[in-house]
């Protein structure tokens, strides 16, 4: 069954200080979830750790939330998009998820996180970030809900933890789970053609350098890094459009949705998916 847990109402008060108390804070998000706060600050760590700062690229995202002039409206899709979700997915899928959609103000941890919290699977939203990036519009919140969803449902109905031998078998993973989570969104949606990220010409653009993307994601492999890659995360562009990544994940599960059914992708074991990649990649030749 899918729990909502909506912190909205709390939001304010966190933020009504002169500057963001991080203990305030601490006791804000270990009241969602007990003795949590470590998981939050050991993830904003590891980008400090990259040569971030917190007052230069943390605090300011966080503190635009207060009084932001788009909250109402970040909160009102996100009550439209999770009513009466359980049923949608079991109606699409014809299996339940067992997790909890909670939405929170974080520590610029992500717009959307899946993870484990005291032994619950949850879904993190961080208003701080999905504010940042203008996603508070129902159209994103769906993309961004239905995604995350879609990394739960490959957890809990299929395989997906699996360990990869090299960065090539890495990526090529992240690609394959990426495209599920995208196909999940798409077949919840009902339309294979959706994408939430879809503003301004964005998949004109990808359909028509469908072959380059693939040529260059596979070159890429060999050399290809957490901070080298050009696909994945909104911090990233290839050409300089974002989330390229995503698409040819989604492209690359169509392909293989013409050999086998949703059910049996989210079986696949990771040694498999570089020789589907390779008949994928060949498809274009």
Same mark, same amino acid.
């Given at each position: 069954?899918?729990?909502?847990?909506?912190?909205?109402? %709390?939001? %304010?008060?966190?933020?009504?200080?002169?500057?963001?108390?991080?203990?305030?804070?601490?006791?804000?998000v270990n009241s969602i979830y007990s003795n949590s706060a470590k998981l939050f600050l050991?993830?904003?760590?590891?980008?400090?750790?990259?040569?971030?700062?917190?007052?230069?690229?943390?605090?300011?995202?966080?503190?635009?939330?207060?009084n932001h002039p788009k909250l109402s409206e970040l909160h009102q899709s996100f009550r439209a998009v999770t009513n009466r979700l359980n049923e949608r997915v079991l109606d699409a899928f014809g299996k339940e998820l067992d997790i909890e959609i909670v939405l929170y103000l974080g520590l610029c941890n992500g717009a959307g996180w899946v993870t484990t919290v005291n032994d619950k699977n949850v879904i993190l939203l961080g208003m701080e970030?999905?504010?940042?990036?203008?996603?508070?519009?129902?159209?994103?919140?769906?993309?961004?809900?239905?995604?995350?969803?879609?990394?739960?449902?490959?957890? %809990?109905?299929?395989?997906?933890?699996?360990?990869?031998?090299?960065?090539?078998?890495?990526?090529?993973?992240?690609?394959?789970?990426?495209?599920?989570a995208m196909t999940f969104e798409q077949i919840l949606v009902g339309s294979p053609d959706y994408y939430h990220q879809d503003k301004d010409g964005w998949k004109d653009w990808c359909d028509a350098h469908l072959v380059k993307i693939v040529t260059d994601f596979?070159?890429?492999?060999?050399?290809?890094?957490?901070?080298?890659?050009?696909?994945?995360?909104?911090?990233?562009r290839y050409q300089e459009h974002g989330d390229v990544g995503y698409y040819l994940g989604a492209r690359f599960i169509h392909f293989l949705l013409g050999q086998y059914t949703f059910a049996?992708?989210?079986?696949?074991?990771?040694?498999?998916? %570089?020789?589907?990649?390779?008949?994928?990649?060949e498809s274009f030749s």
């Amino acid at each position: 069954m899918i729990k909502i847990i909506d912190t909205f109402d %709390q939001v %304010q008060s966190l933020l009504s200080g002169a500057s963001f108390d991080l203990d305030t804070w601490k006791s804000y998000v270990n009241s969602i979830y007990s003795n949590s706060a470590k998981l939050f600050l050991d993830d904003m760590q590891e980008l400090l750790s990259c040569g971030y700062t917190f007052e230069k690229d943390f605090l300011p995202v966080i503190l635009a939330v207060r009084n932001h002039p788009k909250l109402s409206e970040l909160h009102q899709s996100f009550r439209a998009v999770t009513n009466r979700l359980n049923e949608r997915v079991l109606d699409a899928f014809g299996k339940e998820l067992d997790i909890e959609i909670v939405l929170y103000l974080g520590l610029c941890n992500g717009a959307g996180w899946v993870t484990t919290v005291n032994d619950k699977n949850v879904i993190l939203l961080g208003m701080e970030k999905i504010l940042e990036l203008d996603w508070q519009d129902e159209d994103n919140m769906r993309g961004l809900i239905y995604h995350e969803l879609g990394h739960a449902y490959h957890m %809990q109905h299929g395989t997906f933890h699996q360990p990869a031998d090299d960065s090539i078998g890495h990526f090529l993973w992240q690609l394959f789970t990426e495209g599920i989570a995208m196909t999940f969104e798409q077949i919840l949606v009902g339309s294979p053609d959706y994408y939430h990220q879809d503003k301004d010409g964005w998949k004109d653009w990808c359909d028509a350098h469908l072959v380059k993307i693939v040529t260059d994601f596979q070159s890429d492999l060999p050399t290809m890094t957490r901070t080298s890659q050009r696909y994945f995360g909104d911090w990233v562009r290839y050409q300089e459009h974002g989330d390229v990544g995503y698409y040819l994940g989604a492209r690359f599960i169509h392909f293989l949705l013409g050999q086998y059914t949703f059910a049996q992708l989210i079986h696949f074991p990771i040694s498999d998916i %570089q020789r589907f990649f390779t008949e994928f990649c060949e498809s274009f030749s």
